[in-house]
């Protein structure tokens, strides 16, 4: 059996959390920032938990995540 191979741009967006959940960064901040308030920017920089509907998918294109 050949070894599995990891989605490279994945493995570069997502990392796992100590209890074993993807992290990631949230979307909509490269462009048209001037129509944004700074709460909305400020929030988008944080990361956050990817969603339990994408957890399967994302494991399966991360083996050895």
């Known amino acids: 059996m050949p070894k599995m191979k ?8 997502f990392k796992v959390t100590g209890t074993g959940k993807l992290k ?8 048209m920032l001037s129509k944004k308030s700074p709460k ?11 969603d ?8 399966k294109i991360l083996p050895y995540l």
């Open 6 to 13: 990891t989605n490279r741009s994945a493995a570069k967006r």
């Open 24 to 31: 990631r960064n949230k979307a909509y901040k490269s462009h």
């Open 52 to 59: 339990a509907s994408n957890v399967k998918n994302m494991k």
């Open 40 to 50: 909305v920017k400020r929030n988008l920089r944080k990361s956050t938990i990817t």
